[in-house]
Nanobody
Framework: QVQLVESGGGLVQAGGSLRLSCAASGRTFRSYAIGWFRQAPGKEREFVVSISVTGTTKYYVDSVKGRFTISRDNAKNTVYLQMNSLKPEDTAVYYC??????????WGQGTQVTVSS
């Protein structure tokens, strides 16, 4: 089992940056692909980005390509999401999730990101 804890959210002006962290417990962290999702008020949760077990494969939703960068440090059991050039439409609760093989089985509690215009 994997427990995930997100951190790094906050309030930032448009054009600013934040780095989110997803810290995981458990020795099997390196066996999981990790995804970031977000949910804005009144909207469905949406996929943002994912990273493979080895970190070599990454998928980004089009709206964040060129602005967000995902990385992982398996030695620290942590995945990072560097978010640059933030826009008000990036405002949401951001969740990280872990996938062993297919669906995302484990989810964090979320961290709020608010981008002011």
């Amino acid at each position: 089992q994997v427990q995930l804890v997100e951190s790094g959210g906050g309030l930032v002006q448009a054009g600013g940056s934040l780095r989110l962290s997803c810290a995981a417990s458990g020795r099997t962290f390196r066996s999981y692909a990790i995804g970031w999702f977000r949910q804005a008020p009144g909207k469905e949760r949406e996929f943002v980005v994912s990273i493979s077990v080895t970190g070599t494969t990454k998928y980004y939703v089009d709206s964040v390509k060129g602005r967000f960068t995902i990385s992982r440090d398996n030695a620290k059991n942590t995945v990072y999401l560097q978010m640059n050039s933030l826009k008000p439409e990036d405002t949401a609760v951001y969740y990280c999730a872990a996938s062993r093989n297919g669906p995302y089985d484990y989810w964090g509690q979320g961290t709020q990101v608010t981008v002011s215009s």
